[in-house]
């Protein structure tokens, strides 16, 4: 199986912030990676995909880039309704993985 | 409007199986495969397997082979995903997604990436005697 090891783990940031999420795919993945929102109580939320393309309706302030193995999710300046867990996932194979999740805290 | 409803909150005994359905609405079922994600409490997703409803053909975590079984009712727009050899760590919330196709085109090739753009609202799975 494809691993995915995000970093930081959780990270705490104030309103306003740029906020930057690390991916890691222990092997190449092309651009198949993805990234979710997950609120507390709630279903995760595409954000990325094949990712840098912005799913329909989600704020521009999120971004993401890389190919290959290493892969960067951006918030450029972080809003109340930011605060959330984060998670890459690769479709590179038929057998999906997701990262570990990075926790978005208020400082 | 695109959703996937899933069935309600299960509570089973060890070494029993459940079955969570996933019924979808606002698009041809058959179109796109589904996917089965599952949470348990303050832990991070964990992928367990797809289907394609048009074919019924699946493909499953290695974790879960010979315990999850994944299959639809096409007349009625339904997936569902039963777990058997229920264990205390299967307790989790349960979700189904939607798995999309886009064709993107890298130097003047085109590929296609697949993500989870559509989720059910999850269903809480409890094992416990």
């Known amino acids: 199986d494809i691993q995915m090891t995000q970093s930081p783990s959780s990270l705490s940031a104030s309103v306003g912030d740029r906020v930057t999420i690390t991916c890691r795919a222990s092997?190449?993945?092309?651009?198949?990676l993805n990234w979710y929102q997950q609120k507390p109580g709630q279903a995760p939320k595409l954000l990325i995909y094949?990712?840098?393309n912005l799913q329909s309706g989600v704020p521009s302030g999120f971004s993401g880039s890389g190919s290959g193995t290493d892969f960067t999710f951006t918030i450029s300046s972080l809003q109340p309704e930011d605060f959330a867990t984060y998670y890459c996932?690769?479709?590179?194979?038929?057998?999906?993985?997701f990262g570990q999740g990075t926790k978005v805290e208020i400082k | 409007q695109v959703q996937l409803v899933q069935s309600g909150a299960e509570v089973k005994k060890p070494g029993a199986s459940v079955k969570v359905s996933c019924e979808a609405s606002g698009y041809t079922f058959t179109s796109y495969d589904i996917n089965w994600v599952r949470q348990a409490a303050g832990q991070g997703l964990e992928w367990m397997g797809w289907?394609?409803?048009?074919?019924?053909?699946?493909g499953y975590a290695q974790k879960f082979l010979g315990r999850v079984t994944m299959t639809r009712s096409t007349s009625i727009s339904t997936a569902y995903m039963e777990l058997s050899s229920l264990r205390s760590e299967d307790t989790a919330v349960y979700f189904c997604a939607r798995e999309i196709g886009v064709s993107l085109v890298q130097g003047a090739i085109p590929y296609y990436y697949y993500h989870m753009d559509v989720w059910g609202q999850g269903t809480t799975v409890t094992v416990s005697s």
């Open positions: 092997q190449s993945i092309n651009r198949y």
């Open positions: 289907m394609n409803p048009n074919s019924g053909n699946t």
């Open positions: 996932q690769q479709s590179y194979s038929t057998f999906k993985t």
């Open positions: 094949a990712a840098s």
